[in-house]
Every structure is written in C-alpha cells, then in structure tokens.
C-alpha cells in the first residue's frame, strides 16, 4: 500500500507539474477530469443518504464552471453558479414534482458548486501574470500542510482537533502543517526568485499566503471528512491508487483555491 501510494503521489505529482507550466488546453482538460471524478464522488455520498442529485445538472454545470474559470471570465463563473442553483430546482421539480425537492435540489446545487467552483478558481489563479508559480506554490503549500499534519499528528499529537469529525486529527499536528505550508511558500518563493521564472511575493506575502493556505486546507479536509462520516465511508472513492478519490486528494484544494485566488489578485497583483 506504502508503495502504491509512493509511486502514484510521484506520479502524480510530475504529471501535474507539466501541466501547470504547460497550462492551455492540457490544464482544463485535467481538470475536467479531476473534477467530473469529484462530481460523481459527492453524488455517490448524497445516495448513500437517500437522496439522489441531478447528474444531468452537475457534470455540465460543472464543465461550465471550468470553462468559465479557463476564460478568466469570473463574471460568467457567477452566472453560471447561478445557473446550476435554479437548474436544479426546476429538474427536480421536472423528475419527482414536490417529493424531496428541498433536499434534491440542495444536493444537486451543492454538489456541482462544492466541487466545479473551486476548480474554476485554480484555473483562474493560472491565468493571473505569474500564475503557474502562484498555482504550484498553493498546491505545494496545500499538501505540504496536508504532510506536516499528518505526520507531526503522528509523533506529536495529543490533543484532539474536532474528534467527532476527525479524530486522527490534533491541534499540535495542525500547527506543524502550518509551520511546513509557509516553509513550503517560502521556498518556492525563493525559486521564483533564483530563477525568474514567475513573479515573486514579498516575504511577508509568502508567510501570510501560508498561513491561510495551510488553514483553508485543513478547514477543507475536516469538511469532507464529516461528509464522508455522514455517508459512512472511509474514502470519497478510487480515483489514485493508494490515496483514495478525488475528494480525498483535493479536499483541502477546494478550500484553498479561492482564498489564494483573491490573495494574489488583491494584495499581490496591486504591487
């Protein structure tokens, strides 16, 4: 299993490298894919409560998302979400009439934006001047964090995070994670830097970037780990070999995303 997860992390991860400084159409079309997989992954878990969201609003909504988000259009990114929430109200009312229409139609919206909005944003942090190192520093960071909690969890936990949630989670592997997620910033930081490559932050940029990468991250894993409680399963799916579905992988991600978007556009841009 170790080796399992050793190789396709690696692997992975070097396929994702490629694509971020290639970004284009290989980028979106990655994307698509992680996201359609994350898509049926959370409509798998509302089935599992009994209810059953409109696959036939979810995959195009979500693929809507992505190109909106591929065209640096956050302007269509809005108009699309808004979109897919009276989509799906008015499918489900088309499909069962008033039969659970408060819950499939919540499970339908929910869905597609819990998992097409985030990846929007990835998108769009790509497109900002400097954006494959932005959007390779945020994922380092990211799963850095995800890393250094794991781990420092490990050897150092003692005090429960949010047992009813998470209880492999502690405070003390928490902080550890954030520790490593602003070395990580730092660090790729200083490879912009070395190589001018890509715009770099100032410093106090790139901790504060960490920070709350690091934070939103951890906010995302305890998110789809209650999800994932409620439904009653360990992982969201099978999407890579050893590291579970693709909620699994990029839970943290989707909390991540905006958060680094709006950082660079707002205070990093404007310097």
């Known amino acids: 299993m170790v080796s399992t997860r050793l190789i396709s992390g690696l692997l992975g991860g070097a396929i994702g490298i490629f694509l971020i400084l290639t970004g284009g159409i290989p980028l979106l079309l990655a994307a698509f894919v992680i996201a359609v997989a994350g898509l049926i992954e959370i409509r798998a878990l509302f089935s599992r409560k009994g209810l059953s969201p409109d696959a036939?609003?979810?995959i195009p909504g979500g693929v809507?998302?992505?190109i909106a988000g591929y065209l640096n259009a956050g302007v269509y990114v809005v108009h699309v979400?808004?979109?897919?929430?009276?989509a799906s109200l008015a499918t489900q009312l088309l499909r069962r009439g008033a039969y659970e229409a408060l819950a499939g139609a919540s499970g339908t919206a929910f869905g597609t934006l819990y998992v097409g909005l985030p990846m929007a944003y990835l998108l769009m942090l790509r497109n900002l001047p400097g954006g494959a190192g932005y959007l390779m520093g945020a994922l380092l960071a990211v799963w850095a964090s995800d890393t250094g909690a794991y781990f420092g969890g490990m050897w150092l936990g003692r005090t429960r995070l949010w047992p009813r949630v998470s209880p492999n989670k502690t405070l003390e592997g928490s902080i550890i994670g954030i520790c490593v997620a602003v070395l990580a910033v730092v660090l790729v930081n200083h490879?912009?830097?070395?190589s001018g490559w890509w715009s770099a932050l100032p410093v106090s940029h790139a901790v504060g970037l960490g920070v709350l990468l690091s934070l939103s991250g951890q906010l995302g894993d305890l998110c789809e780990s209650a999800l994932k409680r409620d439904a009653g399963v360990k992982d969201s799916g099978r999407f890579l070999p050893?590291?579970?579905g693709a909620?699994?992988?990029f839970d943290s991600v989707l909390f991540a995303a905006p958060i680094a978007y709006?950082?660079?556009k707002f205070f990093v841009a404007v310097i």
């Open 191 to 194: 490879l912009a830097l070395a």
């Open 81 to 86: 979400a808004a979109l897919v929430i009276l």
């Open 64 to 66: 809507l998302l992505l």
């Open 247 to 249: 909620l699994d992988r």
């Open 262 to 264: 709006y950082y660079i």
């Open 242 to 244: 050893g590291h579970g």
């Open 56 to 58: 036939w609003v979810m």
